[in-house]
Every structure is written in structure tokens, then in C-alpha cells.
């Protein structure tokens, strides 16, 4: 099957799993195409036991689609491009100091606190997983996927300086936590010596390397724009500045999804866009990255519902699964416990900001793309199942659950 084929059926299913979504269920597109989706599969799998040959095409369909490749190489400088274009720039800036600290430090914490949980699991039931594999988990699962958390954020209605530290936290800690499954990787794999300053250089020139990319390619977007005034033009130097820029970036080594977040939040400050949009360019630069943030989003959640298909399922597997949720998720509690309690004074969080940040961390397809490239020495398909149980919890049950839970702790809450 070639790549038009492949894209035209994602398109097809995503089209009408969002119909039936709209049309039904009115649920956060990332909720309802992931539930729908899910269905679909498991009436395909009941529907074997008559007749599989709906079964064996599928199956044949998805092992066609390499998912690690689409989103991490593909579909993520989209996704999160698109994202920081439409995020609060001066909420951002006002608080960047917990942002920060909450997606490098955070995400560090929680994957060393993920690797030691797992690795205790694990071993109480018998499996002899080494620590550095556990250590690898810990880092795919730990960065919060700004996918999942954008799209239902938009539903919610939280208070403007929550939405900004759990949206601005994801984008971020996406790229940074990448980088840690990356170098943890090259550690497992033996291609990398393990010492501090190797260590220290690479996640620098990733990290600090895709910012800088990010900052030029935000800057010459600007400039550009600020020359002409065309919105068919412009609209297209926006795109070319994604296409360009995570070329550039996986050229030499950078961090993509640092790049474009970095960059999306140039091209989006309204201080910019004010010097170098007219109103009809601005109208056409949000309606196009709108609809590239909503077809890629559909066509991603139909894709993990359908991930479904190749995973080995193990009791022992389902199981670790259930028991590391609650574990996961006392994890990234304790990982944001220092970062809330070094800015409580000095900004003005909501309450019980720690326990809805908790709670609202969606994890999402960027954790199953890493599983995914897991080789079979590193216990790929244990963690791969793993992996998708907590995105499948983390989406249907925290991402209903997520909404009421703030309108109940923030009620009497004003909007800042």
C-alpha cells in the first residue's frame, strides 16, 4: 500500500470517527476519536471469531504505518508549532520560572522516580528487567504530551495562569524529555560512555541548541513577514519556516520540538503580530495552523486507538500496566512538589495546583512513538503495553475527569 493510500484511509476514518464524535458523543476530539476508535477495533476483533478478514487487513494497515516515524519526525514541529502560535505569550512570560523548572528539572525527577517505581514492580512480579530499561521507561513515560493537553485545555475553562503553567509545562517538557529518552537510549544501547560532562554536553547541544534554532528561525520568520503583505505568501513562509527548521534540526542533531516551540511562540507574541500581520494575515495564519492542528490531531488518536492491534498482551503485562497508573502518578506528584513550593509566594497559584497539574499531565502519543522504538533486549513489547495502558487510562478517565476537578477547585477562583 503506498503513503497516498495509507494517508487517504487515516484521513477517511479520522473524517467520520470525528463526525460520530461532533455529531454524538461532544466530547474533546482527543477523548472521543481515541474512544470511538477503540470501539471500532475491538468490534473488528469480535467481529473475527465470524469472519477476520476485516481483522487480517487491518492488522496488515497498521503494520504499514512506522508511528514512531510520522509523529516524532513528521507530525510533532506541526503539532506543537501550532501550539505555542495560539499561546498566551504574556501569561507565558509571567510564568516562565515554574514552567521552566517544571519541565526540565520536573521531568528529570519523575524519571528517575518512574525508573525506581517500575523497577520495584517489575521485580516483585518476577520480571528481571535491568535498571537502566526501567530508567528508559521512566523517561518516555515522564514528559506530559502537549497534544492531548491543548486540545481539552481549549474545554475546560480553567483559570488563564493554571492553563498556562499546565500548557506551557507540556510543550516544553515534550522536548526536553526526548532528549532524556535519547541519551538514556544511547546509554542502553552502549553507544554513549556514561559520565557526567558527556552527559551534561549532549543534553546541551540538544536542548539549548534547538532553542537557539528556534529563536533564529522565530526572528527571520518575523522579518519576512514584516517585509510584504500577502497573506497567501505569508501564510506559506509560516509553513516553510516548520518544514525548514526541523530539517535543520534533525540535520544537526537539535531538538525539533524545542525548535518550533520556540519559534511558534515568536511568530505568535501579539507584540509581533501587531508588527508584522495585517488583520487579514493574522486571520489566515490562525485558521491555517487551526486546521493542521485538527487534521494531524484526528488522524493521530485514530492512529494510537488503532495501535491497539499490535501490541502483545500478557496478563502479566496488563497487570504491571494497572499497577504502575497510581504509581506514575504519585511520581509526577513529588516531581512538581519543589517547584509549586519555590514559586507559592512569589506567583499566585490556584489551589491544589499540584493535585490538578497531577491529575491533568496527559500522557499521550509521543510516549507510545518512544516505546515503539524500543528494540527487543530493552523488553519492547512489556513496555510497550505498559506504555499504552497508561496513554489509554491517562486520555479517557483523566481527560473527563480533569474539567470537573478544576471547575471544583478553582469556583471561587478570579480569572487572571
Known amino acids: 500500500m503506498d503513503y497516498f493510500a495509507i494517508a487517504t484511509i487515516l484521513i477517511v476514518l479520522s473524517a467520520l470517527f470525528g463526525y ?14 481515541m474512544l470511538i476508535t477503540i470501539l471500532f477495533t475491538l468490534a473488528i476483533f469480535a467481529w473475527s471469531y465470524i469472519d477476520d478478514t476485516l481483522l487480517v487487513k487491518e492488522r496488515e494497515f497498521i503494520k504499514q504505518i512506522d508511528f514512531q516515524t510520522v509523529l516524532l519526525d513528521i507530525m510533532l514541529s506541526f503539532l506543537l508549532f501550532a501550539g505555542a502560535l495560539h499561546t498566551n505569550f504574556q501569561q507565558l512570560k509571567i510564568q516562565r520560572g515554574p514552567i521552566i523548572i517544571f519541565s526540565t528539572l520536573g521531568t528529570l525527577a519523575s524519571t528517575f522516580l518512574t525508573g525506581g517505581l517500575v523497577y520495584i514492580v517489575l521485580q516483585t512480579i518476577s520480571f528481571h528487567v535491568d535498571f537502566i530499561y526501567c530508567l528508559l521507561f521512566g523517561a518516555l513515560i515522564s514528559p506530559t504530551d502537549p497534544i492531548a493537553v491543548l486540545g481539552i485545555m481549549k474545554k475546560v475553562g480553567a483559570p488563564k495562569k493554571l492553563e498556562t503553567k499546565i500548557v506551557g509545562e507540556s510543550l516544553f517538557n515534550d522536548g526536553v524529555g526526548v532528549v532524556i529518552f535519547l541519551t538514556i537510549y544511547q546509554i542502553a544501547k552502549g553507544t554513549a560512555e556514561f559520565s557526567i560532562l558527556g552527559i551534561s554536553e549532549l543534553f ?15 526572528w527571520l520568520t518575523y522579518r519576512l513577514l514584516k517585509s510584504i503583505d500577502d497573506y497567501d505568501i505569508e501564510v506559506i513562509i509560516t509553513l516553510a519556516a516548520v518544514m525548514g527548521g526541523t530539517l535543520i534540526a534533525q540535520k544537526f542533531h537539535l531538538s525539533a520540538p524545542l525548535a518550533m516551540v520556540t519559534a511558534g511562540l515568536i511568530v505568535g507574541n501579539d507584540t509581533i503580530r501587531e508588527n508584522s500581520m495585517s488583520k487579514i494575515t493574522e486571520q489566515y495564519v490562525d485558521k491555517f495552523w487551526e486546521l493542521i492542528d485538527i487534521l494531524l490531531n484526528t488522524m493521530l488518536f485514530v492512529m494510537i486507538g488503532m495501535e491497539i492491534l499490535v501490541l502483545t498482551f500478557k496478563s502479566t503485562y496488563v497487570i504491571a500496566g494497572f499497577i504502575m497508573i497510581p504509581l506514575l502518578l504519585m511520581a509526577r506528584y513529588l516531581s512538581l512538589l519543589l517547584p509549586i513550593k519555590l514559586y507559592a509566594k512569589k506567583l499566585d497559584f490556584v489551589p491544589k495546583t499540584n493535585l490538578i497539574m497531577t491529575w491533568g499531565g496527559l500522557r499521550g502519543g509521543i510516549s ?3 516505546a515503539l522504538s524500543l528494540t527487543e533486549i530493552m523488553h519492547r513489547d512489556l513496555f510497550l503495553v505498559i506504555t ?4 489509554v487510562f491517562s486520555i479517557l478517565v483523566q481527560g473527563l475527569t480533569v474539567g470537573p476537578m478544576i471547575k ?3 469556583k471561587n477562583t478570579d480569572e487572571i
Open 20 to 33: 460520530l464524535n461532533v455529531r454524538f458523543l461532544k466530547l474533546p476530539d482527543a477523548i472521543g476519536l
Open 204 to 218: 546541551l547541544v540538544e536542548v539549548v541548541g534547538g532553542i537557539i534554532l528556534g529563536l533564529f528561525i522565530g
Open 368 to 370: 507510545i512513538a518512544l
Open 388 to 391: 499504552y495502558i497508561i496513554v
Open 408 to 410: 471544583k477547585f478553582t
